[in-house]
């Protein structure tokens, strides 16, 4: 076999061992919680693949590196899970929002998914930055969650919103405020002062897995009731050139921040082209 090869094919073996060990971790985070994370919903296939991702997006990192990406994202889907197919009400998803920023801000847990949170939030704690970054996570998890109960209150009541409406709701994804979680915890010196300018370029990104992520649930949305982008009225062809269109707009603000902090840029970059062959769909082209 080819040094080339070999060598591919160590980084593979790895990878997918780093993502094997963060698994690990997550499945203890789904016992410790108790009722947060159903089998149903949350069982080895969907932890595995959650890890892949992640271990692919940052492959020079360690477990210990990758602990609060892996955390805050099994935590958003989480979240997800209890408004789109718990909440029956918008003063329950209101109230939802309301504790889990408040345990943002310090206060005590009362419920296990605010548990998670704070347990979340302490361990970014231990990074000496965090109090000068609180309010920037606190302030993307508000949007997310603002993001989550406007797509709540489309679906309960039969909106239709616009295709460029329903892509700027993307922080209703989360990854954003995962990624804000990630570069406090493991980042480097550039991308922890810069945070503002890496949400922007977080958030163009997260527009783009906002739609990939719909082409590749479309039946299962559709089976649940969920939204989809697929189902707004615009055909199928129109969809794939935005998704075309933002991962070109990405890729450029992504550029620019490979200048300063090759690895922040690489670790967005994979995430996109990862999520896309993960999931099957290509729409994910490099912009020349």
């Known amino acids: ?86 909440a029956t009400s918008r003063e329950q998803v209101n109230r939802l929002t309301r504790e889990c920023l408040s345990v943002a801000e310090g206060a005590v847990p009362r419920t296990a998914l605010t548990r998670f949170l704070a347990d979340l939030r302490d361990e970014l704690a231990t990074v000496g930055e965090f109090e000068g970054l609180r309010r920037i996570w606190r302030d993307q998890l508000a949007d997310m969650l603002v993001g989550m109960t406007r797509a709540w209150v489309w679906r309960e009541t039969h909106a239709v919103p616009t295709l460029a409406r329903y892509v700027d709701n993307a922080d209703c994804r989360g990854s954003c405020f995962v990624d804000l979680s990630h570069w406090i915890y493991a980042s480097d010196d ?73 690895r922040t840029a690489s670790y967005l970059r994979r995430q996109m082209g990862f999520s896309s062959g993960f999931t099957g769909v290509s729409g994910y082209q490099r912009a020349p």
């Open 1 to 86: 076999m080819p040094d080339d090869e070999l060598d591919a094919a160590f980084e593979l073996g790895r990878t997918c061992a780093l993502a094997a060990e963060c698994g690990r971790d997550l499945q203890q985070c789904a016992q410790m919680y108790m009722g947060l994370f159903p089998v149903a919903a949350f069982g080895t296939e969907f932890l595995n693949g959650l890890t892949l991702t992640t271990a692919f997006s940052a492959p020079w990192a360690g477990a210990d590196r990758l602990k609060v990406v892996n955390r805050a994202s099994l935590w958003v889907m989480a979240v997800e899970r209890l408004v789109d197919h718990t």
């Open 190 to 262: 550039w991308a922890k002062a810069h945070l503002e300018e890496l949400r922007a370029v977080s958030r163009q990104v997260q527009r783009y897995l906002h739609v990939l992520g719909d082409f590749a649930s479309y039946r299962r949305d559709m089976s649940w009731g969920d939204l989809n982008v697929l189902a707004l009225g615009a055909d199928r062809t129109e969809v794939t050139d935005v998704m075309t269109e933002l991962a070109s707009e990405a890729e450029h603000l992504i550029e620019r921040v490979r200048r300063h902090s090759p």
